[in-house]
């Protein structure tokens, strides 16, 4: 069997190949970075035309928390605004329920509050809406089921609320949707676009390490003792010859 031989050669191949790889990887993050830095920064944080989405709740009386349903085996019981109307949220073992704080009606976050809820924070007209069994990428900080509230405006803008507490989620765009993109070439996450420490990155950084190291081999290789040739002709001390009388 033929031993592989660790020489210069060798290792100026192996360069030179995974340097081709590592190299398109470098011009995605040259790009992706680039693309990211350009794009506004408002409408990739998030868009609604400054709308805000809490109100004070409203003075007076408000339906007994201990007479609501289940209330007995509740681990938390929390009097907040859904929109501009005040409502206990209450969660049990088994999941929130949402009941109207002046007369104890139960609620449910359907179609038509989500999008009362949704435009609150965005006063384009609402073009499509759909509820969501679980999140998508554009609202995958968020867990359960959801209501995408879909606007006609210039940004395309969703917004996404929750289905169990109606609460507002966040606003997607296409600015934001762009950002994504180039986000999951730069982070090379293709799958949930948000870890920075997979595998395929490690094995890339740990990559370029190798490529650095191998360069600086490769480079010292690279000369020899006649290239420096120059270098000692110049601090060799010039003689000088004296007559005799």
Same mark, same amino acid.
């Given at each position: 069997? !033929? !031993? ?11 360069? !030179? ?26 409408? %990739? ?38 929109? @501009? ?14 009941? =109207? ?6 609620? %449910?976050?359907?179609? +038509?509050?989500?999008?009362?809820? +949704?435009?609150? *924070?965005?006063? @384009? ?7 969501? =069994?679980? @999140?998508?990428?554009?609202?995958? =900080?968020?867990?359960?089921? *959801?209501?995408?509230? #879909?606007?006609? #405006? ?10 169990? $507490? /109606? ?7 296409? $600015?934001?949707? $762009? &950002? #994504?993109?180039? &986000?999951?070439?730069?982070?090379? #996450? ?13 094995? %890339?950084?740990? /990559? ?5 190291? $191998? /360069? ?19 601090? !060799?001390?010039?003689? %000088? ?5």
């Amino acid at each position: 069997m !033929k !031993k592989i031989r660790l020489s210069p050669l060798l290792f100026r191949r192996i360069h !030179k190949w995974v340097g081709l790889v590592l190299g398109i990887q470098f011009l995605l993050w040259a790009l992706s970075g680039s693309v990211m830095a350009l794009l506004d920064k408002g409408k %990739v944080g998030g868009h609604g035309g400054g709308m805000g989405h809490e109100h004070p709740l409203a003075e007076g009386e408000y339906f007994a928390p201990a007479a609501l349903p289940q209330a007995k085996g509740a681990t938390s019981i929390v009097l907040r605004d859904l929109g @501009a109307r005040p409502v206990y949220e209450l969660r049990t073992a088994t999941g929130v329920r949402l009941f =109207d704080a002046a007369d104890g009606s139960a609620i %449910v976050v359907d179609a +038509a509050l989500a999008e009362a809820i +949704a435009a609150m *924070m965005n006063e @384009a007209p609402v073009r499509k809406t759909s509820r969501l =069994d679980k @999140a998508n990428l554009e609202a995958r =900080d968020h867990n359960g089921a *959801m209501w995408r509230v #879909d606007f006609d #405006d210039a940004e395309n803008s969703s917004a996404y609320v929750a289905a169990d $507490t /109606g609460r507002f989620l966040v606003m997607r765009g296409d $600015t934001w949707r $762009t &950002w #994504d993109f180039f &986000w999951m070439l730069h982070n090379m #996450d293709y799958v949930d676009r948000k870890s920075f420490n997979h595998p395929l990155i490690i094995f %890339v950084a740990f /990559g370029t390490l190798w490529m650095s190291g $191998t /360069g600086f081999y490769l480079l010292f290789k690279s000369f020899s003792r006649a290239d420096f040739r120059w270098l000692r002709r110049r601090r !060799k001390p010039a003689v %000088v010859r004296t007559g005799t009388a």
